[in-house]
């Protein structure tokens, strides 16, 4: 499941439990990681196309699933451009121009900022637990390491734009190794890849997210977490158009 | 009464053929007027027909025109230059360089205009449309098609970006490009002549386009799709927002109005495959140069042209078969009205021939009668189609669009002699073909009964 905000990817800051989790308790765990938690990270996303070749440096905010900011460093021609979501509405803050834009309901689909992530992959906030109906299918060791496979398919009124997706997390700590995303006719369409565990604010978390579209081997985005920040303390008018165009 | 049959009297087989057609055609022709109302009931049948068939060939001829004229000289041209991978699959990186556009340009008598396109997001204040950005080169566009006529408000004045300060008076400033909108876009955006849009893009190099642009001019109808998205800019203004410095998707090539589509296209084709840079050119992922008509880009209106022909055949047929029902009727009562009178021809020696000729001469006259006055009340109806039009526009103030192609509120027609002159043998043969049955009725009269009819 991509995270609604980039900051939190699942799987992190779980629990082991005495017992193996049941498919629905490893879902509950990571809806529940999202509610509430605020976060503050800064990430360089790595985008590469057949076209062209681009990495930025972002710094990001969050609060729970409804709000996120996120605001472009480097490099200098899109450094000030920032998004904001509340809800299922996205603007983005364009400084060259000074101007705010709404992105309509019909671009959700279009890509964000140039990469293999969509607007769409940034506003749904679909839960584990109310979309989807998983099963552990596998449990077991590949490529040397013990995981757990998890197959979950959306249940029939929810409203989401995946026909299935395949999750594998360790067995060790619950991180989360791959997500593999399959449309309506249960064809896989991309594949997120996670990688380099490290420690940020006492978690361990994939520092590393790569996206890849099955249709174009060559293309990816990745994102590397450069600092990530749980629970920082939030100004309460952050995620408002003010803030947007404010700093 | 042998003088009524002039020359019966003087030879066995009334004479030579043509003395016998003339005399026939004599009783024939008098037979017409003996009974004027039902002569001339049945002659209006025929005229309305033909009038109705001329007039709407004329209307259709001149509405194809209109779509061939607005598909052709107001966006597509007579061809069209791209590369493979553009037509196939809209991909952006499928360019056309600088230097063959002019190579091709060389050999054409009219500039060849230049365009490049992309999707984008528009925005005015919290109201946003996704847009369908079409850049063109000033200077050449309005050589090649007609677009900058087709404005409902402002001008096509997309030269020179003026200079604004959105950041405030102590910021560099920023260029404001002037843009041409379709209508319905406007209304989406709620933008005016002289209003401020915001179009967001993905960028060439993958970075996040955007500028500030004036909207100095809006569109009327063109095609659904690109009234409610267009935006209309020049290529300098495009290449600002898309970090796309050389290149174009598309050259639109009109031809002279005294050559053909084939041989413009078989020069073009030559020109290119005399530009040395072709073969590197094709191995890149864009795909080979592809040159192609305007029917070959918008086959569905080359179809229905085509086959109007067959339409409108079958409806003649249909027209002239009802309107020729009269005649059917009128010959079937003239003759058994005439019973007695035709039974003193036969006893007289007309023969059952000559008897048939003549009434299918009687028909023949009245159809010709008809197809006189009917191709002229025909012509004139459609001449005064072709000067004043119909006017739709009290109903249709913007005209409506079909199948992609926008008709103007007023529709021209225009009168071909040949589809008259075909008129006239179609109704001729329908109406001669249906009155053979009947004639031949009255070869069948036996004298002696007739007599005592």
């Known amino acids: 499941m991509l995270p609604a905000v980039f900051p939190l990817p699942p799987g992190i800051a779980w629990v082991r439990g005495a017992e193996p989790p ?126 757990y496979e998890i197959t979950s398919r959306p249940r029939p009124d929810a409203a989401v734009v995946w026909g299935k997706l395949v999750t594998v997390l360790t067995q060790e700590g619950l991180l989360p190794v791959r997500t593999e995303y399959f449309d309506e006719s249960e064809v896989k369409v991309r594949v997120m890849t996670f990688s380099n565990p490290v420690k940020f604010s006492g978690r361990l978390v994939p520092s590393r997210m790569e996206l890849r579209p099955l249709d174009k081997p060559e293309e990816f985005t990745a994102i590397d977490y450069e600092a990530l920040e749980f629970n920082p303390a939030l100004p309460e008018n952050l995620f408002s158009l003010q803030r947007l165009q404010g700093r | 009464m042998a003088s009524m049959i002039p020359g019966a009297h003087r030879s066995p087989g009334l004479g030579s053929l043509p003395r016998r057609l003339m005399r026939l055609g004599f009783l024939a022709w008098r037979n017409v007027w003996r009974n004027r109302t039902r ?22 001829e ?70 369908m950005i079409k850049a063109v080169d000033p200077v050449r566009e309005p ?23 959105p950041r405030g008076k102590d910021r560099p400033p920023v260029p404001q490009y002037p843009v041409v909108i ?16 915001v ?34 800019m020049s290529i300098s203004a495009y290449r600002a927002l898309m970090a796309l410095e050389q290149g174009v998707h598309e050259l639109v090539v009109k031809i002279d109005a005294a050559g053909t589509l084939n041989e413009a296209k078989t020069v073009l084709e030559r ?70 009178e035709m039974g003193v021809l036969l006893a007289l020696g007309l023969g059952r021939k000559g008897m048939v000729v003549m009434v299918l001469l ?8 008809s197809a006189v006055v009917g191709s002229g009340t025909g012509i004139a109806l459609s001449l005064y189609l072709e000067i004043q039009g119909l006017d739709w526009s009290h109903w249709l103030p913007e005209g409506m669009d079909f199948m992609g192609i926008v008709f103007e509120p007023v529709t021209y027609g225009k009168l071909l002699p040949e589809q008259v002159v075909l008129s006239v043998v179609l109704m001729l043969g329908i109406t001669m073909a249906a009155a053979f049955i009947p004639s031949w009725r009255s070869a069948r009269l036996q004298p002696a009964k007739a007599l005592h009819a």
């Open chain 1, 22 to 147: 049941t498919a629905a308790e490893l879902m509950r765990r990571m809806d529940e990681l999202w509610r509430g938690d605020a976060s503050h990270a800064r990430m360089t996303m790595q985008v590469r196309t057949r076209n062209y070749t681009r990495s930025m440096t972002l710094e990001s905010w969050s609060r729970g699933k409804e709000h996120s900011l996120i605001r472009i460093l480097s490099p200098k021609k899109d450094e000030g451009i920032a998004t904001l979501k509340v809800s299922d509405n996205i603007w983005n803050y364009l400084p060259n121009i000074n101007r705010v834009t709404k992105v309509p309901a019909s671009m959700m689909g279009g890509a964000w900022m140039g990469s293999h992530f969509t607007n769409d992959d940034l506003v749904r906030e679909s839960s584990f637990e109310s979309d989807y109906t998983s099963t552990v299918t596998f449990s077991g060791e590949r490529e040397g390491v013990r995981v």
């Open chain 2, 62 to 131: 001149g509405m194809f025109r209109q779509m061939t004229a607005f598909a052709t000289q107001l966006s597509i041209g007579h061809l069209q230059v791209h590369r493979a991978e553009y037509v196939e699959n809209q991909d952006f990186y499928a360019l056309l360089p600088d230097d063959l556009a002019a190579r091709l340009e060389r050999e054409n008598p009219h500039p060849i205009a230049p365009r490049l396109y992309a999707a984008g997001l528009a925005s005015r204040g919290d109201l946003s449309s996704g847009a």
């Open chain 2, 362 to 369: 009687e028909s023949f006259f009245l159809a010709l009668i």
């Open chain 2, 39 to 60: 002569s001339g009931l049945t002659a209006a049948a025929l005229v309305a027909g033909l009038t109705l068939m001329i007039t709407a060939q004329a209307l259709w």
């Open chain 2, 271 to 340: 020109a290119k495959q005399t530009w040395p840079g072709l073969g590197a050119l094709e191995t890149d992922p864009g795909g080979p140069v592809r040159i192609r008509t305007w029917e070959e880009i918008n086959p569905s209106l080359a179809q229905m042209l085509a086959n109007s022909a067959v339409i409108v055949g079958f409806f003649a047929l249909i027209v002239f078969s009802v309107s020729s029902l009269g005649m059917v009727n009128t010959i079937l009562m003239s003759v058994h009205e005439r019973r007695r």
């Open chain 2, 143 to 165: 050589q090649v098609t007609r677009l900058h006529q087709h404005l409902r408000q402002g001008a096509m004045a997309l030269s020179e970006p003026r200079l604004v300060h």
């Open chain 2, 199 to 232: 179009l967001i893009t993905q960028a060439a190099d993958g970075s996040i386009g955007n500028g500030l642009f004036e909207v100095v001019g809006i569109l009327r109808p063109v095609d659904p799709a690109f009234d409610r998205m267009g935006v209309v």
């Open chain 2, 182 to 197: 379709g209508p319905a876009l406007a209304r989406n955006l709620n933008a005016d002549l002289g209003a401020e849009i």
